[in-house]
Structures are given as structure tokens and as C-alpha cells.
């Protein structure tokens, strides 16, 4: 598939045909972790001047819907003003998590006018042309059910070797270029596709939500086309504390997710697997850590050598260790940490610049 600056004027027009028919919803709460309202604010306007940078204008597509927890007026005003176009603020309260927040913003998207709706988060840094990119497989085939761009975090050495851990991508035998599976900051939904399946209820889950759609999709024979150059960089948890939570929380989320996983991909004799305390869980992360061994220096992302590959290695390494131990805790019962607040509705701060 050619790229973006080769295309020729005809499918630049049809881009912007696509992009007029399509909503972008942005979800806050991964920005609820912060120490001040100020602090919400100031990313925001962030993430938003970076969006209004795009090679597509935002003021081509045909609506923007940003969810929050209670921004006022003057702040919608001066986002809107960033943004150089109208933008559908929908409130959402403290109990509302993560997906859930999704959901809600696809509800109050118009079904009239957008035909495709774009999930991004507020902490990610989203190349140029990422908006183009996740939309240009439409030119060529507009009855995609779902585009899905490539998440990873920044190209240091710790960030190649979370990308390995968090941000995998796994080819699927529905069609050629597609994924099993994708993740929520970066995909492009087809209206139709996404009203019917959306986000799930899944108590004390995380972060798994999406990847239990992408198996409800592929259960359902229906390929998510992979667009690797329509790219977005996550960011790292602003202290060492949210990072060492957030990898328990990624062990956890093993727990809950297993029994989809093994329903998808196990023969009948294994199916107690997802019945078995720890052991699936932990055999599950260790199936990953193979996979993100194999990964290293194959995301994408500027390859490593020597002494640099090898500090990446043992970082997968520890970081596997962490995560198990968070699966490992959950299989026995013991979930941590502990709070009022469980699965997506949990929240760390991602405010800082990217590291």
C-alpha cells in the first residue's frame, strides 16, 4: 500500500472525503492521575495542539468529541480555539472507567454525519500523519470493519523493551494485513461495527478490554487491517511508583483475560486452563515473554546491538517478572493494589513529557 506522501491528488481528495465522514473521540481519563486541575488542563491544550497539527486538518472531519471529568468553560473555549473546530465536550463522573469513557463518547457521536469514529488517548503523542494513515486503507476499501495504527512507547531502550511487553501485534489469518489484535488509543472503527460490539463490562480488568474485542472480532470472522505507519507514541507513567503500579496491574489483567485466550485458542483437553488459579495466567505471560524476546528489534523501532540489546533483554526479563508476580498474586486471590476503585476506573498520571 503506498504511503501517504506519494498519493496522488485524486486520493487526497478521497482522504479528505473519508476524513468529513469521520468523528475523533478523546478520552481524559488517563490524564485523572494528576496533582491539579491546571495540570489536566495543560495536557489537554498539549494533546490537542499536536492533533491540530495533523496532515489532515481536524477541521476536515466531521466531529470531535472529548470526554472529561468536569472541565469549565473557559477551558473548552480555549481548547476548541486550539483545535480550530467545534468541539462536543461529554461529562462523565469519577465511577466512569476507561472504556466505559469510550463508549460514551462514541455514543455522542452523530450517527448522520460519521460514518467512522477514531479512538485516541490524551497521554499519547501521535505522529504527523498519523490521523492520514489510520484513514487511508478507506480510500482503497471503504467497507473495512476496523483500521488499527501502531501503538509502542518512545524508541529509548526502555521504551523498545516495553513496546515488546505492552504494544504487540500479532498477524491474523482473516485477511492479508490484518491483526488479532489492537489497542484502544489507536483504532478507527467502522460506525456500524462498533455499535455493535463495543466495549464490554469485565470486573477488576484494567486494561484488557480491547484485546477481548479484537477476539470477539476475529471469533466473528472479522479482520482488523493493521496500518503500521499510522503511529502514536504512548507515555511512560510520570514517577517510578504509577510505572512499578502499572505492571502489576498488567499481571493482573493476565488473570482476567486468560480465559478468553484459552476459549480462542485451546483444544478442548486445555480448556480447564481457564479455571486454574495462576497456573493459566502465568503460562500465558510466559508464552509472552517468548514472543517479546522474538520481538526485540522487529517494532519498528530503531534496533539495538550489543551491550544496548542485551540491557533490553534483561529489562523484558524483569519487567516479565513483575507482571507474573501480579498475575500470580490475583490467581491466589489477592488483588493488588487495593482501593475503592477497581479494574478501568483506576487511574495513573501521565502528564510528563514523554521519556
Not at 496522488?8 to 494528576?34: D, F, H, I, M, P
Not at 486503507?137 to 467497507?143: A, G, L, Q
Not at 504487540?168 to 485477511?175: K, T
Not at 503460562?283 to 509472552?288: D, I
Amino acid at each position: 500500500m503506498e504511503s501517504i506522501s506519494s498519493i496522488s491528488a485524486g486520493k487526497n481528495t478521497a482522504l479528505y472525503n473519508v476524513a468529513s465522514q469521520t468523528a475523533l473521540v478523546l478520552e481524559t481519563n488517563n490524564l485523572r492521575g494528576g496533582e491539579s486541575f491546571e495540570q489536566v488542563v495543560s495536557s489537554l491544550k498539549r494533546v490537542t495542539g499536536l492533533l491540530a497539527q495533523q496532515s489532515i486538518p481536524l477541521v476536515a472531519l466531521a466531529q470531535i468529541v472529548i470526554t472529561h471529568d468536569g472541565l469549565d468553560e473557559p477551558s473548552c473555549k480555549v481548547l476548541e480555539d486550539i483545535a480550530g473546530h467545534q468541539i462536543d465536550f461529554v461529562l462523565i463522573d469519577s465511577g466512569t472507567g476507561y472504556y466505559h469513557a469510550k463508549n460514551a463518547g462514541f455514543t455522542a457521536t452523530d450517527p448522520e454525519r460519521c460514518k467512522w469514529v477514531v479512538f485516541a488517548d490524551a497521554d499519547c503523542v501521535p505522529a504527523a500523519d498519523w490521523l492520514a494513515e489510520l484513514l487511508f486503507p478507506f480510500i482503497e476499501d471503504d467497507t473495512l470493519a476496523a483500521v488499527a495504527g501502531r501503538t509502542s512507547y518512545a524508541p529509548n531502550l526502555a521504551g523498545t523493551a516495553l513496546t515488546t511487553l505492552d504494544f504487540m501485534y500479532f498477524p491474523s489469518p482473516l485477511a492479508e494485513g490484518a491483526t488479532r489484535n489492537f489497542y484502544a488509543n489507536n483504532v478507527v472503527f467502522r460506525r456500524d461495527i462498533f455499535a455493535e460490539y463495543h466495549y464490554q463490562n469485565l470486573d477488576s480488568v484494567y486494561r484488557a478490554h480491547c484485546q477481548v474485542l479484537g477476539l470477539q472480532l476475529q471469533s466473528q470472522g472479522i479482520p482488523l487491517h493493521y496500518a503500521a505507519k499510522a503511529h502514536t507514541v504512548h507515555r511512560f507513567p510520570d514517577s517510578l511508583g504509577d510505572i512499578l503500579k502499572l505492571r502489576w496491574l498488567r499481571g493482573q489483567d493476565t488473570h482476567g483475560l486468560t480465559p478468553f485466550l484459552v476459549k480462542s485458542y485451546m483444544p478442548a483437553k486445555l480448556q480447564w486452563l481457564s479455571r486454574s488459579g495462576p497456573i493459566g495466567p502465568l503460562s500465558v505471560l510466559f508464552a509472552r515473554l517468548g514472543y517479546s524476546m522474538r520481538a526485540l528489534n522487529h517494532q519498528n523501532l530503531p534496533p539495538l546491538y550489543g551491550p544496548r540489546w542485551l540491557a533490553a533483554v534483561l529489562l523484558i526479563i524483569c519487567f516479565s517478572a513483575l507482571d507474573m508476580t501480579g498475575a500470580l498474586m490475583r490467581g491466589l486471590g489477592l488483588r493488588l493494589p487495593r482501593g475503592k476503585d477497581g479494574g478501568d476506573v483506576q487511574a495513573l498520571s501521565y502528564h510528563g513529557p514523554s521519556k
